[in-house]
Nanobody
């Protein structure tokens, strides 16, 4: 079963930064495009960003463009989401997923959803 593990969330003040990590064990992420999603309380899960297998193509939702950066280190089998200038509306549980290719800033997941990592932006 293809499943990824998210980490790096926490409580941060508005304007702060966090770096999320998405890792896998037993599989090689090189072969997959990776997407980050988030789900705020009472809202549907939404795509945030996506990165191609090589890392040469990245896409972002308008709401995070210019503030978030997705990257991957295939040697470490890990994908990252650097989040800067965080806003209260970024508060959500963040998930990553593996798929065949990015569809703009989202992905059709081949992996099962993990537990996610909570990001809370509050003063």
């Amino acid at each position: 079963q293809l499943q990824l593990v998210e980490s790096g969330g926490g409580l941060v003040q508005p304007g702060g930064s966090l770096r999320l990590s998405c890792a896998a064990s037993g599989i090689t992420l090189d072969y997959y495009a990776i997407g980050w999603f988030r789900q705020a309380p009472g809202k549907a899960r939404e795509g945030v960003s996506c990165i191609s297998t090589s890392g040469g193509s990245t896409n972002y939702a308008d709401s995070v463009k210019g503030r978030f950066t997705i990257s991957r280190d295939n040697a470490k089998n890990t994908v990252y989401l650097q989040m800067n200038s965080l806003k209260p509306e970024d508060t959500a549980v963040y998930y990553c997923a593996a798929g065949r290719r990015c569809s703009d800033y989202a992905i059709v997941p081949l992996s099962s959803w993990g537990q996610g990592t909570q990001v809370t932006v509050s003063s």
